[in-house]
């Protein structure tokens, strides 16, 4: 049961390419924005679309493995929980930060461009005769 404690499941589009760090040891961590949406039909009977952007963040592998595999747009899927932590920004004042901590990155799309293999078929050149 401590597993249903503090987990979230997230289905969405990735808002912007992982802004990745590398920490000490080498280390990654990779943060993102992802847009989830939910669609629905209001009381006049239009179609209407409601959009949560939340920022998730990633660690070690995952962090790897979004750093090669996403770009802006993807689809994923996100397996995690909530943290909550504070800091005090350069004006002095106290912000608060809410995120979503991955623990496992579910790929749902094809490939983002800058990572599809650009394979052309090439035809070997026939030697120059007497070279």
Do not use: C
Not at 26 to 48: I, S
Not at 50 to 74: M, N, P
Not at 96 to 122: N, Y
Request: charged share 30%; aromatic share 6%; no cysteine.
């Amino acid at each position: 049961m401590s597993n249903f404690r503090n987990h979230v499941q997230l289905i969405g589009n990735v808002g912007e390419d992982p802004k990745i760090a590398l920490l000490e040891g080498d280390r990654k961590v990779a943060r993102f924005p992802l847009a989830t949406n939910e669609h629905y039909t209001n009381a006049k009977g239009e179609k209407v679309q409601s959009t949560d952007w939340h920022q998730v963040v990633a660690w070690g592998k995952t962090a790897e493995i979004l750093e090669r595999y996403t770009a802006k747009g993807s689809e994923l899927g996100i397996r995690g929980r909530i943290k909550t932590r504070s800091y005090t920004a350069e004006d002095g004042n106290q912000r608060h930060v809410t995120e979503i901590v991955a623990d496992e990155v579910l790929l749902m799309g094809p490939r983002p461009e800058k990572d599809t293999p650009k394979a052309q078929a090439t035809k070997p050149k026939a030697p120059k005769k007497g070279a």
